[in-house]
T-cell receptor, first 111, second 114 residues
Framework: GENVEQHPSTLSVQEGDSAVIKCTYS??????FPWYKQELGKGPQLIIDIRSNVGEKKDQRIAVTLNKTAKHFSLHITETQPEDSAVYFCAPWEFGNQFYFGTGTSLTVIP | DGGITQSPKYLFRKEGQNVTLSCEQN?????MYWYRQDPGQGLRLIYYSQIVNDFQKGDIAEGYSVSREKKESFPLTVTSAQKNPTAFYLCASTPALYSNEKLFFGSGTQLSVL
């Protein structure tokens, strides 16, 4: 199966600063790259995704960048707010395979 | 609103007991999944189903069983053979198996051993 690594495992930022989380994967055939946000005691929710024919996608304060050659993609959150505090997971996907989740990044935004 | 409903929110299991976690969806999705989440770890796939009366083992199926008698329902039974059942269990769905679309998740069930 796919080897997925996420860094960092924990991240603390001051409110208003930016946060970046990186996801490295092993399967070069992966072609769908989602990021999920999980709040305490809840199920994960998709916040942004990107497909392999696109290098970058942005949705307000959230962006995802993809480097297929290096096999990594990153989540960027700008102007962080306390409600961004959560655990974030990447889950690269290849057709015919399951989603393999990273181990998660716990983000804390300090007011 | 369409979504996935998991119940109960919290569940306690005694030694030697089987317990069943409920998962119901009204999204008209064909594929459903069960994941296990342990603290500080990613989600690991237990079982999945692409259609009624069909299901397949995931990476950590030992000690678990499922059924898919209706499209809307995919219950998970944690059997007494699962020696370390304490975890957060998540049910999810997609329109079809191997669909490169987002997973829809329920709100989870926390299972603990008494």
């Amino acid at each position: 199966g796919e080897n997925v690594e996420q860094h960092p495992s924990t991240l603390s930022v001051q409110e208003g600063d930016s946060a970046v989380i990186k996801c490295t994967y092993s399967d070069s055939a992966s072609n769908y790259f989602p990021w999920y946000k999980q709040e305490l005691g809840k199920g994960p929710q998709l916040i942004i995704d990107i497909r392999s024919n696109v290098g970058e996608k942005k949705d307000q304060r959230i962006a995802v960048t993809l480097n297929k050659t290096a096999k990594h993609f990153s989540l960027h959150i700008t102007e962080t707010q306390p409600e961004d505090s959560a655990v974030y997971f990447c889950a690269p996907w290849e057709f015919g395979n399951q989603f393999y989740f990273g181990t998660g990044t716990s983000l804390t935004v300090i007011p | 609103d369409g979504g996935i409903t998991q119940s109960p929110k919290y569940l306690f299991r005694k030694e030697g007991q089987n317990v069943t976690l409920s998962c119901e969806q009204n999204l008209n999705h064909d594929a459903m999944y069960w994941y296990r989440q342990d603290p500080g770890q990613g989600l690991r796939l237990i079982y999945y189903s692409q259609i009624v009366n069909d299901f397949q083992k995931g990476d950590i199926a030992e000690g678990y069983s499922v059924s898919r008698e209706k499209k809307e329902s995919f219950p998970l039974t944690v059997t007494s053979a699962q020696k370390n059942p304490t975890a957060f269990y998540l049910c999810a769905s997609t329109p079809a198996l191997y669909s490169n679309e987002k997973l829809f998740f329920g709100s989870g069930t926390q299972l603990s051993v008494l």
